[in-house]
């Protein structure tokens, strides 16, 4: 359909056949004001309408069938309906265009079959629809528009509608493309790389969607897996399948759990020593939307300079709802943030689509992408190194403010995207990650705070310290003071510690009873009748003028009072997880506590001797970091370039980069 002087950046797609799940995020329905697409449900009961169809809130049902989806790219319109592809993998984000890259006008073309009218529409900054153009269509037709992205400064999207007239009109298919020069031109210029652990059916899945979808795999190099588990990809069922049907470019890399950041630094070494422009960087445990791929790398091919381009995450079990649009890092409390306080956190476009979101208009400028899903070239790569060798938790971040400072921009791209385990049902600042959360962020304040001792980052560590002793969360604080301890000694002992730093956390996990997790309620004793968590009704949280006094009378009473002498013997309450407040916790003296994924309980018990001893040790170690602050981050500083090379990383991989493991079989 693209003329040979014109590149391609962004098809019309639509999901694979029978999955409608999803469908609000290709195809939305009414006009120009914004009418979704919602499943049939209590709300919306009528005996005339089958419970497999889908119709529009507020106006006369538009039906959606499985069948009225033809193939990935054509789709059929029954007579008399009108619909939207201003959806979010269907419309084009020009105004993201417009800000980094050199394309300075695009071209939609559109084939249709059959009676009726495509209309065209951009939106400006604050989201108002603004319609430019209605076409009358029939028989089979071509539709070549010019479009020109100068007035996308700000935001605003194009996208087009079809309204079919007295009989049905198809979509043949449509496309966004662009007469414009890339700087790096079309061809084999991408890596894949997967990092899993225990995770092989993901992989192959996720194999398989990449090798159903071969316009994804037009600029792929190779798919690269790291495989860090003990459960191997290329023994698991399926594998022979994925291996034949995509050939010479799949390889599998085994090596020892290096965490994330081990993994995804194998990843960007072998894309470096491959010839590869880029590398993609990939969850194990996702779903990928195939056409991402080829919009990731169609963006970075354009980029002004060299630019990380990351995509978004959609819930893997809610699947029109996004985790976020976009993140950058607070430089003053070193923390991960929503870059405008408009911007909703797990957006469910089921509930409101592109067209009725005008915050979704605005374009989002962010600090970093989270390593889901990110496409980083190779020339950033030979710049400013790999990653740091953390393990997990902050790589991605600090990976894209090293970056930043080098000039190098980070982009997350919408309309590019994949759907991942949600994490909203997991707690890692209890479990094993709240050591690597701890001494990561600190590291990265370190490195990069623009501010005297890191700004806020040490009051706000005292404070989570004070959290969790008064929480009885006492794993959670040794890890803390463990990742104290690492940070002061430096950065040299990081590459040694990768394959026992998580066993270590661990071991010191196994000597509190609080950390451990039984599934049966019943293993431990009854809750007891007692007086503890006095009150009713759970507190709230203490207003932030009265939290300092709140916070030393709860200290002072926790460290001197000593616990009820019953809920040694028997639990005082039994919490459920969105009850784990430290506010609420710090009213007991010992309670059952559900965990975050509902698999389990907790019993925690007050230990003032503990919660003493651990705040002196912590406030003690603090005091030397706050003293210590600009020897360490001079020291980290100079370090980075030694500590992100392949050389030293290439002795942690324990394997020269190219070398290609044998797959166990």
Known sequence: MSAATESELQRVVFPPPGELDAIELYVDAGRELGLHLVEDDSLYRSPKLPENKLHVVGSSPVEAHHEDFLSRTSMMIRPGQHVSFGTYFNAFPASYWRRWTTVSSIQLKVRTEGAGSVIVFRSNARGVPQRLESIHVDGVQDLTLDLPLETFGDGGWYWFEMVAGKSELQLLEASWNTKDTPAIAAGEVATIQITTMNKPDFCIDNARILAANPHALGSVKEILVVDQGSKKVSAAPGFDEVRQLLGHKLRIVDQDNLGGSGGFSRGMAEAVHNGSEFVLLLDDDVVVEPDSVERLIAFARFSKKPTIVGGHMFDLYSRTTL???????????????????????????????????????????????????????????????????????????????????????????????????????????????????????????????????????????????????????????????????????????????????????????????????????????????????????????????????????????????????????????????????????????????????????????????????????????????????????????????????????????????????????
């Open 323 to 665: 985790h976020t649009f976009g993140e950058v890092v607070d430089p003053y409390r070193l923390s991960w943030v929503s870059p405008d306080t408009d911007i909703e956190y797990r957006h469910d476009f089921r509930q409101r689509n592109l067209r009725q979101t005008p915050w979704m208009h605005r374009r989002v400028d962010v600090d970093f992408n989270g390593w889901w899903m990110c496409l980083i070239p190779t020339a950033v790569i030979k710049e400013i190194g790999l990653s740091l060798p953390v393990f997990i938790k902050w790589d991605d971040a600090e990976y894209s403010l090293r970056a930043k400072e080098a000039g190098f921009p980070t982009v997350s791209l919408p309309g590019a995207a994949l759907w991942h385990v949600s994490w909203i049902d997991k707690d890692d600042s209890l479990g094993w990650q709240s050591y690597f959360h701890e001494r990561n962020r600190l590291i990265a304040a370190l490195i990069h705070s623009p501010f005297p001792k890191g700004g806020r980052v040490l009051r706000e560590s005292f404070q989570n310290n004070v959290k969790h002793l008064i929480s009885m969360q006492y794993f959670a604080q040794d890890a803390r003071i463990l990742a104290l301890r690492d940070v002061l000694r430096g950065p040299g002992q990081l590459h040694a510690e990768l394959r026992t730093k998580l066993a270590e956390v661990n071991e010191l996990r196994s000597r509190h009873s609080e950390a451990q997790i039984r599934a049966d309620v019943d293993d431990f004793p009854a809750v007891g009748l007692t007086r503890g968590g006095r009150g009713g009704a759970a507190p709230g949280m203490p207003a932030k003028k009265d939290l300092a006094k709140w916070a030393a009378k709860t200290v002072l009473r926790q460290v001197f009072r000593k616990p009820e002498p019953q809920s040694l013997e028997r639990p005082q309450a039994h919490l459920a997880h969105r009850e784990n407040k430290w506010w609420t916790l710090s009213k007991y003296d010992s309670v059952l506590v559900s965990n975050a994924e509902g698999t389990g309980v907790s019993w925690y018990r007050r230990d003032p001797k503990l919660l003493k001893s651990k705040m002196v040790e912590a406030s003690r170690l603090q005091a030397q970091l706050f003293n210590q602050w600009e020897s360490l981050s001079e020291e980290y500083r100079k370090a980075l370039p030694e500590i992100t090379s392949l050389k030293s990383w290439e002795a942690s991989f324990g394997a020269p980069v190219g070398s290609q493991v044998k797959e166990r079989r």
